[in-house]
């Protein structure tokens, strides 16, 4: 049978048991000192106590004139037996210089020599001693006593070690009854605060925490997706090398113990950190990121923070967008077979009806209408992708009703755009913005969608001052929409922003990640008043390396929609 290893003593228990021991070691170290001390004070007060009695009987008058009678004893003894009672030492014996004694607490030493030293007391001197003599060892004073300048006889008061021992065991027994109350209050004390030590630790011992550090770190750098853990004053109390990625804080900056509203986030992201309310697969735009943020305050009567876990889903974003064109394509497909199905069966109707050449003339007009449509887009915008994107919205916007057409102004040739400008951003960009339009503009008298796009090599500096700049991708969508209010200039790029009466959800992203596209490319963005109703918005975007700053987002009298 195989006895199950006992498992380690959790840290608290070590922690109680060494302070268990520790105040018990030192409780009873200090009885012990207090002893010994209390004993020597004892024995040094017991001779104190013992030479003042000495000296009271030698300086007593009846005692020298009981000396000079002829049997000094019979006064004498009666007189130290008396001053035993009344002083509470255990002896009293006076004696002639020789040491015979006349007085002891046992009748029958009388008479006999006393045992101890009398050189010094002979010599006209008090001293002290601790001896040993027939009523056992005890602490004892011998004075002299004089009458005139004669020392006519000796005094030995004295009190036995037994009845000193006796008075320090009493003394120790109310030393010991405080220790043992000391040591079970400090047992106590250990005890709950190593109870409340134990539910911190989940009972943990020292070798588990440090493997769950070891853990803790290692989860930390593996985990991809960012992580901050802020504690009860919303100040950074970890975040790891993804969160550092994602919120884009140097890896050599310490942010610990800062509060997230020093970090540089966007308001509408450091607001979601701020809340105490959880907040679940929110969306939020930084620089050059979609980010999905989870907070989930740390559970406890108080508050004592908040875990946020953060998702890069800026590719994950484009694809949805390009999906969704897909997906718009597809329908248009789809709507146009169905009329290409109608439009054949009309040219095969008008056949059978014997007018072939009114079938033709039918057929052949919807082929150059579609392929003009082609030719006037691939004839503006040479760029493969813009052109493709154009003629898919085009079918689109037909779709919803919506008149979509390109400017004769517009000139954008293959080739021209390099290398720091993906079409992916374009696409987001450009679609975006038609579909802003397009949204804006249907249900209209006239919906009608505008689109430019066009090179310029060179212009004035913003706002109006000398200086040119380099040669510039200019992208402008008009639509004759409702337009907004004059207060939404800069509102209708913040993400959640919309006018649409479905509400924020889903909604109101667009045009916060066609800013965010162009402050990565170091371009400027803005939207001003079309001629009539209806909005236009404005893209300038640097056919050169893109700088770091962010989308310049300028307004006049706003319209549109976001």
Known sequence: MRLPVPRPRSLAGQLFAMQAVLIAVVVAGYALFTYVSDRSQAEEAAGRQATAVARSVADSPSVREAIRTSDPSSRLQPYALAVVRGTDVDFVTIMDPRGTRWTHPDPDQIGLPFQGHTAPALRGRTFTETYTGTLG??????TPIRDGDRIVGLVSAGIRVEE????????????????????????????????????HTHGMNATELSHMHDYHQAALHAVREGLLMLDGRYRVALINDGGRELLGVAPEEDVVGRSVTELGLPAPLTGALLDSQPRVDEVHLTADRVLVVNTSPVSGGQRRGSVVTLRDVTELQSLMGEL???????????????????????????????????????????????????????????????????????????????????????????????????????????GNLIDNAVDAAQGGVRPRVTVTALTEGGAEGAEGTAGARGPELILRVSDTGPGVAPDHAEAVFQRGFTTKPSGPGGRGLGLALVRQAVGRHGGSLSVTSAEGDGARFEVRLPLRAADSGGAVVRGGRPGGDA
Request: hydrophobic share 50%; net charge negative.
């Open 324 to 430: 969704d064109s897909e997906r718009g394509f597809t329908q248009a497909l789809r709507s146009q077979a169905h009329e290409a199905a109608n439009r054949l069966h009309t040219v095969v109707s008008l056949i059978e009806l014997g007018r072939a050449e009114e079938a033709v003339d039918f057929a052949t007009a919807e082929l150059e209408l579609a392929q003009a449509l082609t030719d006037q887009v691939v004839a503006a915008v040479g760029e493969p992708v813009l052109a493709a994107l154009l003629l898919g919205k085009t079918a689109q916007a037909n779709e919803r009703g919506v008149e979509l057409v390109v400017s004769p102004e517009s000139r954008l040739d293959d080739g021209l755009l390099p290398d720091t400008l993906p079409a992916r951003d374009l696409v987001t960009i450009l």
């Open 137 to 142: 060892p005890s602490v004892r004073a011998v």
């Open 164 to 199: 000193i021992s006796q008075r320090v065991r009493g003394q120790l027994a109310a030393l010991l009854g405080v220790a043992a109350g000391a040591l079970g209050l400090g047992a106590v004390g250990t005890y709950v605060i190593n109870a409340r030590l134990r539910r």
